[in-house]
């Protein structure tokens, strides 16, 4: 049986004879499989060297089954991680996992800041600060996990941890007001990071509050968009007033940090030494019955690497990604992603490409409210061209009408997040 493909570096996985599966790949499942009893209760393995075959018969885990079952069957003492959390040598997150209930996730004490520094050593503009002090600020969803935001408001001081500045606070809501605004560009001066890391949509519309007061930060040398999909649009804005190298990091609370790459430059790799990640290519529906291949698209599974707690099998994140000549392009979430009509694929990318040349925007999103109808709401200092309309429809497909409403604000979803593009559910 022929092997997966896999988006990790050939020598990652190392070669093996034909049918097994790498040694390196084996040996991290069967590590998995000795940490969680999860995985053992549903799908046993042979002590046999494993085969391709094999491999696929493991079912692939899901946040909506992470939820059924609770983040207590990953482990055979949960008794033991209650203590351990007492203790700090675990610590839980909560996350976005269903639209029924979050996801509990459980890592071992220097698990993230250990991924994280593995993540900045795959990037060429980041590894320029493993390992040394830097100056960071953060600015997150407001509905974040809780090693990102504070449970209550607090002063300066007290959200300043080992060079980082947490922005954010609790009870902000998503429609700043001036007088946080000043707080945030104010804590910005003062803190003079060499490192800006935030939620695309954050970002731009604190790249706004910033150009609104005058305010540059010549100190910085990376802007990290994290946690969402980000714009052109947002890209263009930031850049605008933090003129520094921007960095597209993606990753999950559940998963770690799994691809990193220049934004917006189609060059993304993953991160080797965090995960496994298989390639499946993607159906995409069309007609409403049949099925195209579509090229170089993939949904991505994962299989987390060296992790004690919660370690992830073949996790289906639900995110799609397209492979270039470069490296990767993250193109959304499944379900934020278009088809037309005859089968074929529209991604925020390809709204990007559309927009005026002579149009910018600090945020927008283009929902879909029937079947031929899409309302694209935007955030600006300035009305919508006329033409704006017409160039969005005519990528949608053909008979479809597109209305432009500038807003205030747009309200991101309970999780804080925000979509780009919001197709009707199917």
């Given at each position: 049986m022929t092997a997966p493909i896999?988006?990790?570096?050939?020598?990652?996985?190392?070669?093996?004879?034909?049918?097994?599966?790498?040694?390196?790949?084996?040996?991290?499942?069967?590590?998995?499989?000795?940490?969680?009893?999860l995985y053992g209760s549903r799908f046993p393995l042979h002590a046999e060297p494993l085969q391709w075959g094999c491999y696929r018969e493991i079912p692939t885990l899901s946040k909506k089954e992470i939820v059924q079952r609770g983040h207590q069957a990953f482990f055979a003492d949960y008794g033991e991680v209650e203590r351990g959390l007492q203790t700090k040598r675990y610590e839980y997150e909560s996350t976005g996992g269903t639209t029924q209930a979050p996801m509990t996730v459980i890592m071992e004490d220097g698990w993230w800041n250990a991924q994280t520094r593995r993540a900045y050593l795959a990037s060429p503009i980041l590894r320029q600060f493993v390992?040394?002090?830097?100056?960071?600020?953060?600015?997150?969803?407001?509905?974040?996990?809780?090693?990102?935001?504070?449970?209550?408001?607090?002063?300066?001081p007290h959200r300043y941890f080992d060079g980082t500045v947490y922005l954010n606070l609790s009870s902000d809501p998503f429609a700043f007001p001036e007088a946080e605004w000043d707080r945030i560009v104010l804590e910005l001066q003062a803190t003079k990071p060499e490192v800006l890391e935030g939620e695309p949509v954050y970002l731009s519309l604190l790249a706004r509050a910033a150009k609104k007061r005058g305010v540059t930060v010549p100190?910085?040398?990376?802007?990290?968009?994290?946690?969402?999909?980000?714009?052109?649009?947002?890209?263009?804005?930031?850049?605008?007033?933090?003129?520094?190298?921007?960095?597209?990091?993606?990753?999950?609370t559940e998963a770690g940090y799994l691809f990193v790459g220049e934004a917006f430059k189609d060059n993304s790799q993953v991160i080797d030494a965090n995960a496994f990640i298989e390639l499946v290519p993607w159906p995409a529906p069309t007609n409403g019955s049949s099925h195209v291949r579509l090229s170089n698209v993939f949904q991505i599974y994962v299989t987390t690497r060296d992790r004690e707690a919660m370690p992830l099998l073949r996790y289906?994140?639900?995110?799609?990604?397209?492979?270039?000549?470069?490296?990767?392009?993250?193109?959304?979430?499944e379900g934020n992603l278009h088809f037309r009509r005859d089968g074929s694929l529209?991604?925020?990318?390809?709204?990007?490409?559309?927009?005026?040349?002579?149009?910018s925007c600090w945020h927008y999103s283009l929902v879909q409210t029937s079947e031929n109808r899409w309302?694209?709401?935007?955030?600006?200092?300035?009305?919508?061209?006329?033409?704006l309309e017409p160039a969005v429809a005519a990528v949608l497909g053909a008979g479809v009408r597109v209305s432009a409403f500038r807003r205030r604000v747009i309200a991101p979803a309970a999780s804080g997040k925000f979509s780009l593009l919001k197709p009707l559910a199917k």
């Open positions: 896999f988006a990790n570096a050939s020598e990652t996985l190392g070669s093996a004879p034909a049918g097994q599966l790498p040694e390196a790949l084996e040996r991290e499942i069967r590590r998995i499989y000795d940490r969680s009893p390992d040394r002090p830097y100056r960071k600020c953060v600015l997150a969803p407001v509905g974040c996990s809780s090693n990102l935001c504070p449970y209550e408001d607090h002063p300066f100190s910085l040398k990376a802007v990290i968009l994290t946690y969402g999909k980000a714009s052109a649009q947002h890209g263009a804005r930031i850049a605008e007033v933090f003129p520094a190298p921007q960095v597209d990091l993606y990753g999950s289906h994140t639900g995110d799609i990604v397209q492979r270039f000549p470069t490296g990767f392009r993250l193109l959304g979430r529209v991604s925020p990318t390809d709204i990007d490409a559309a927009l005026p040349a002579d149009f309302d694209f709401h935007y955030v600006a200092d300035a009305v919508a061209p006329a033409e």
